[in-house]
């Protein structure tokens, strides 16, 4: 199930069932999006992307939908592994020349063996 | 692929001093890095744009005095926390852009302040 800690979110999932993991990004204007996994003490780790004229998109195991008339993102995974137990973060990129990209709170994945 | 090495990995210093934190490009060249800082439990927040050969762009809150930015070739950027404190004790990361939009990060640095 899926609970709120301290600060970050917890999805507790058994290994072998599919994850999905939500994110309400920010700003209206945001085109592009980024889906990143990190895991402890190391830096983000690339998943998936998807621009905004895009709704779905899909990779090995992964899919992300993006609605933007609720500003909403999710990321799917599918037949979760113990090694996809880790934090993950979405992220925007604003349509403008400063290339930031900003980050969401984050959920936490645990996955039950 | 595109490779963003940071160093160190980890550091421990005394109230007060500074440490300087270095983010390299390995196979490519970056004319912008950026620099976050995540508490535990907690997302990355962005700090500061780097920009190579002009003055980096801070983020609302940031102190630019207290957290020195330099950018001086396409492959280098580092960041100096000066006079640091133990609420500066964080995990400091670092990311480029070796292609369009996509970013690379490096493996982050963890500042404890003693």
């Known amino acids: 199930g899926e609970s709120v800690g301290l600060h970050l979110p917890t999805l507790s999932v058994q290994e072998g069932d599919n994850s999905i993991i939500n994110c309400a990004y920010s700003?209206?204007?945001?085109?592009?999006f980024i889906w990143y996994k990190q895991e402890s003490g190391k830096g983000p780790q690339f998943i998936i992307d998807?621009?905004?004229?895009?709704d779905k998109r899909q990779g090995q195991r992964v899919t992300v939908l993006l609605n933007k008339t609720v500003k909403h993102l999710s990321l799917q995974i599918a037949a979760t592994q113990p090694g996809d137990s880790a934090v993950y973060f979405c992220a925007e990129n604003l349509r403008d020349s400063s290339y930031k990209l900003i980050f969401g709170s984050g959920t936490r994945l645990l996955v039950r063996p | 692929g595109a490779v963003v090495s940071q160093h160190p990995s980890w550091v421990i210093c005394k109230s007060g001093t500074s440490v300087k934190i270095e983010c390299r490009s390995l196979d490519f060249q970056a004319t912008t890095m950026f620099w976050y800082r995540q508490f535990p439990k907690q997302s990355l927040m962005l700090m500061a744009t780097?920009?190579?050969?002009?003055?980096?762009?801070?983020e609302q809150g940031v102190e630019k005095d207290k957290f020195l930015i330099n950018h001086a070739s396409l492959t280098l950027s580092t960041l100096t926390v000066t006079s640091a404190h133990p609420e500066d004790s964080s995990f400091y990361i670092c990311s480029a852009m070796p292609q369009g939009p996509r970013y690379t990060f490096g493996s982050g640095t963890r500042l404890t302040v003693v």
């Open positions: 998807i621009r905004s004229n895009m």
């Open positions: 700003n209206s204007a945001s085109d592009y």
């Open positions: 780097s920009n190579e050969g002009s003055k980096a762009t801070y």
